[in-house]
């Protein structure tokens, strides 16, 4: 779904008197479910006329970041993880009087970073609602959270504005692109295929990974903090788990893109798809590819994360996956 169409379905549900205690906002946890966890913590908070104002105390403090009923979890910088401290913490601030009188707002960014004990402190709450207090959990990999914490949450997919899974999802769709049979003699045609998608997919992968490094040597010239310098490899292994969480975010792309070939397979070209900005790109791959392809890419690209979650090289994982969703393309489409 669009932010737009998130926003307006919460805002609803929020006017109606019937909020969801919890929305887990899936997408690039730092993109548009971000925007909009901020967007609602701005306007429940807001104690100006038109909410939200953007101008009245309330306003500004959530702007910056200050407003003590609008709390903002991430995880920690060198851990890279959502610890039982900051859960406790915020669950502490949420048991204090409102500041306005209001509602609170949490937000946790990157959910799926909690540890066990986090995430256990905090289902304790979510088991026992109370009205005043909205949670957003922001994630791209939804499957890391306990189920008991999915239970308790209303799931939207949030679509990323313009070309869907940003930058890299665009180029990513047009690699993948290259994989459904284009009528040259079939058996050539699905191996040189699958070596252009693959040379594709790691192309965009390395320029990922650049774009991530560029972002985090420009993070750590913006930081206040004084930090010792960190010394080569953690810095190397920051960078690594950073491009690590952006590359699961483009892997969850890639299935969405698959499940959507499946479903346009299956049901279709009026189908619902995840990937509305490439309803034509996933239709001419649905005609290549049919259903038996985008169902072995389903499991080629959940294979592929699986693999990558472990120190399994990278372009092996990569060109594997890729020249397996070839071969299955070129069948699929010799079938039919
Ligand atoms: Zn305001």
């Given at each position: 779904?669009?932010?737009?169409?998130?926003?307006?379905?919460?805002?609803?549900?929020?006017?109606?008197?019937?909020?969801?205690?919890?929305?887990?906002?899936?997408?690039?946890?730092?993109?548009?479910?971000?925007?909009?966890?901020?967007?609602?913590?701005?306007?429940?908070?807001?104690?100006?006329?038109?909410?939200?104002?953007?101008?009245?105390?309330?306003?500004?403090?959530?702007?910056?970041?200050?407003?003590?009923?609008?709390?903002?979890?991430?995880?920690?910088?060198?851990?890279?993880?959502?610890?039982?401290?900051?859960?406790?913490?915020?669950?502490?601030?949420?048991?204090?009087?409102?500041?306005?009188?209001?509602?609170?707002?949490?937000?946790?960014?990157?959910?799926?970073?909690?540890?066990?004990?986090?995430?256990?402190?905090?289902?304790?709450?979510?088991?026992?609602?109370?009205?005043?207090?909205?949670?957003?959990?922001?994630?791209?990999?939804?499957?890391?959270?306990?189920?008991?914490?999915?239970?308790?949450?209303?799931?939207?997919?949030?679509?990323?504005?313009?070309?869907?899974?940003?930058?890299?999802?665009?180029?990513?769709?047009?690699?993948?692109?290259?994989?459904?049979?284009?009528?040259?003699?079939?058996?050539?045609?699905?191996?040189?295929?699958?070596?252009?998608?693959?040379?594709?997919?790691?192309?965009?992968?390395?320029?990922?990974?650049?774009?991530v490094k560029d972002l985090y040597d420009g993070d750590a010239e913006e930081d206040d903090e004084v930090e010792v310098d960190p010394g080569k490899d953690v810095v190397n292994a920051r960078?690594?788990?950073?491009?690590?969480?952006?590359?699961?975010?483009?892997?969850?792309?890639?299935?969405?893109?698959?499940?959507?070939?499946?479903?346009?397979?299956?049901?279709?070209?009026?189908?619902?798809?995840?990937?509305?900005?490439?309803?034509?790109?996933?239709?001419?791959?649905?005609?290549?590819?049919?259903?038996?392809?985008?169902?072995?890419?389903?499991?080629?690209?959940?294979?592929?994360?699986?693999?990558?979650?472990?120190?399994?090289?990278?372009?092996?994982?990569?060109?594997?996956?890729?020249?397996?969703?070839?071969?299955?393309?070129?069948?699929?489409?010799?079938?039919?």
């Amino acid at each position: 779904m669009k932010a737009e169409a998130v926003i307006e379905m919460i805002g609803r549900g929020i006017r109606e008197g019937r909020p969801a205690h919890a929305y887990l906002l899936v997408g690039p946890p730092r993109g548009e479910p971000a925007r909009i966890a901020d967007h609602f913590a701005r306007t429940l908070l807001c104690v100006g006329a038109d909410k939200p104002c953007g101008r009245c105390r309330s306003c500004e403090m959530v702007a910056r970041g200050t407003h003590p009923d609008y709390m903002r979890v991430e995880p920690e910088k060198k851990s890279r993880i959502i610890s039982v401290g900051q859960v406790r913490d915020v669950l502490r601030q949420l048991g204090m009087t409102s500041f306005v009188g209001g509602g609170k707002v949490c937000t946790l960014v990157a959910a799926d970073r909690m540890n066990k004990e986090g995430a256990n402190a905090l289902l304790k709450t979510l088991e026992e609602p109370t009205a005043s207090t909205l949670f957003f959990l922001l994630t791209d990999r939804p499957q890391r959270l306990l189920p008991t914490i999915l239970s308790r949450c209303q799931r939207v997919t949030v679509q990323e504005p313009g070309a869907s899974g940003g930058e890299f999802g665009g180029k990513l769709a047009v690699a993948l692109g290259r994989l459904a049979p284009s009528g040259e003699p079939a058996d050539a045609g699905g191996v040189i295929n699958g070596f252009a998608a693959a040379a594709g997919v790691l192309r965009v992968l390395k320029e990922l990974k650049q774009s991530v490094k560029d972002l985090y040597d420009g993070d750590a010239e913006e930081d206040d903090e004084v930090e010792v310098d960190p010394g080569k490899d953690v810095v190397n292994a920051r960078i690594e788990a950073l491009y690590r969480e952006e590359r699961a975010g483009l892997l969850g792309f890639m299935g969405d893109w698959f499940r959507d070939i499946l479903a346009l397979s299956v049901c279709g070209p009026d189908a619902p798809v995840v990937l509305e900005d490439f309803r034509e790109a996933t239709a001419a791959a649905a005609r290549g590819m049919g259903a038996a392809g985008a169902l072995e890419g389903v499991r080629a690209v959940e294979e592929l994360s699986a693999r990558l979650d472990t120190t399994f090289p990278e372009a092996v994982a990569v060109e594997d996956a890729v020249l397996k969703l070839a071969e299955a393309a070129r069948r699929s489409g010799a079938r039919a």
